[in-house]
């Protein structure tokens, strides 16, 4: 069971390396309501300062992972640093994926074998002046954050949130059967039972891992989707029965409930 296909399939993940080499001076990253960061300090240190919080020194090779938008800076240490940064958004503020983690993330690249050989492509296109060298940074950052992802729920590092769903083998399922099919009439009931579990225990189980009812995730998955849909140009008709609603009168409900506007005034805006 592949846990991410279908989450990348319908939510297209781009990213773009803007940093390599030597940070200077403070770089200050702006809260943007669809685009993460990762940082990647190769040598030297760091103080890393989040809106909010203590600032945190990072003195060794160290992974730096934002996987929701949030306002921060980076502040060369006393012995420089020797940076790859960028960005990456999935294609819209309501996919799943940016609000599966709410907290930064900080690994040593002692505790990332399985990412090394990545890692070492990485920098080894972020030292050479090559043909293409930005098109590979950018693809070689994608294929970073799908690994980090995986390695995420391998390692069951998460204690909440989708991703700590997708590690759990019952409410994985669960969820892959809506992400796969969002126009099936789901309940509560079908649910549960693609998860192998009594409908109680999965609606506390669900709740409690990934942070909110079966039903709201089916509501977010189902906006956040047809969103995504509506970009791409598909008519707001076709897109409502894509996404498991009766027609467009249907949709527009659910979206001035959830948005306050309806999918037209949402794409204008």
């Not at 990647?40 to 060794?60: C, F, H, M, N, W």
């Not at 707001?236 to 005034?265: D, E, H, I, M």
Request: hydrophobic share 40%; glycine share 8%.
């Amino acid at each position: 069971m592949d846990r991410l296909a279908a989450l990348l399939e319908h939510f297209h993940l781009r990213a773009r390396v803007f940093n390599t080499g030597p940070l200077c001076e403070k770089s200050r990253y702006e809260r943007d309501g669809e685009v993460g960061h990762v940082h990647l300090l190769k040598t030297g240190s760091l103080y890393l300062q989040v809106d909010g919080e203590a600032d945190r020194p990072i003195d060794s090779p160290c992974l730096i992972f934002f996987l929701q938008p949030t306002g921060h800076s980076l502040v060369p240490g006393p012995r420089g640093a020797e940076t790859v940064c960028g960005d990456f958004s999935f294609g819209s503020a309501r996919n799943p994926l940016s609000r599966a983690l709410c907290r930064p993330l900080l690994i040593p690249f002692a505790e990332l074998k399985s990412l090394s050989r990545t890692l070492d492509l990485l920098f080894d296109e972020a030292l050479n002046e090559r043909c293409g060298r930005q098109a590979a940074l950018d693809r070689l950052c994608e294929l970073l954050i799908i690994e980090l992802l995986r390695y995420l729920m391998e390692m069951d590092e998460i204690d909440s949130g989708l991703l700590a769903g997708l590690a759990d083998p019952r409410l994985a399922r669960a969820l892959n059967a809506i992400h796969e099919h969002p126009a099936e009439p789901w309940t509560l009931q079908r649910l549960a039972a693609e998860a192998g579990m009594s409908r109680a225990r999965f609606a506390k189980a669900f709740r409690d891992t990934v942070g909110q009812t079966p039903g709201d995730y089916l509501t977010q998955w189902r906006i956040g989707l047809a969103q995504s849909l509506l970009r791409d140009g598909k008519p707001t008709g076709w897109v409502a029965n894509a996404v498991g609603y009766s027609g467009a009168p249907a949709l527009a409900k659910v979206f001035r409930q959830s948005l306050g506007c309806s999918p037209t005034q949402w794409l204008k805006s």
